[in-house]
């Protein structure tokens, strides 16, 4: 079992940039595939961005490729999610989520994670 802490949100302007940090406890967070995703006010929560167990592959939603950047550092237990170039339809509720699955035939829906965390804000102003 693993648990998620999210922390690096705010208040940010557009064109701004913030990075979203994600620890871990245990010793296995590198067995994890690391996934990130967001929630808006009155919207599903979708996926942003994964990356694989050892950082190799990387893969992102159409809406922030080139604008955000997926990270981790197994010696920390940590995820990252570097945002810049952020937009006001950024803001949302981020939280990362941990997939133990040896194989992902799929990666962005909600049940490929097996655990959350509590989530942080962001919230970009125009």
């Known amino acids: 079992q693993v648990q998620l802490v999210e922390s690096g949100g705010g208040l940010v302007q557009a064109g701004g940039s913030l990075r979203l940090s994600c620890a871990a406890s245990g010793r296995t967070f590198s067995t994890y595939a690391m996934g990130w995703f967001r929630q808006a006010p009155g919207k599903e929560r979708e996926f942003v961005a994964r990356?694989?167990?050892?950082?190799?592959?990387?893969y992102y939603s159409d809406s922030v490729k080139g604008r955000f950047t997926i990270s981790r550092d197994n010696a920390k237990n940590t995820v990252y999610l570097q945002m810049n170039s952020l937009k006001p339809e950024d803001t949302a509720v981020y939280y990362c989520?941990?997939?133990?699955?040896?194989?992902?035939?799929?990666?962005?829906?909600?049940?490929?994670?097996?655990?959350w965390g509590q989530g942080t804000q962001v919230t970009v102003s125009s």
């Open positions: 990356i694989s167990r050892r950082g190799r592959s990387t």
């Open positions: 989520a941990a997939d133990s699955r040896i194989t992902a035939p799929t990666m962005r829906g909600l049940g490929d994670y097996d655990y």
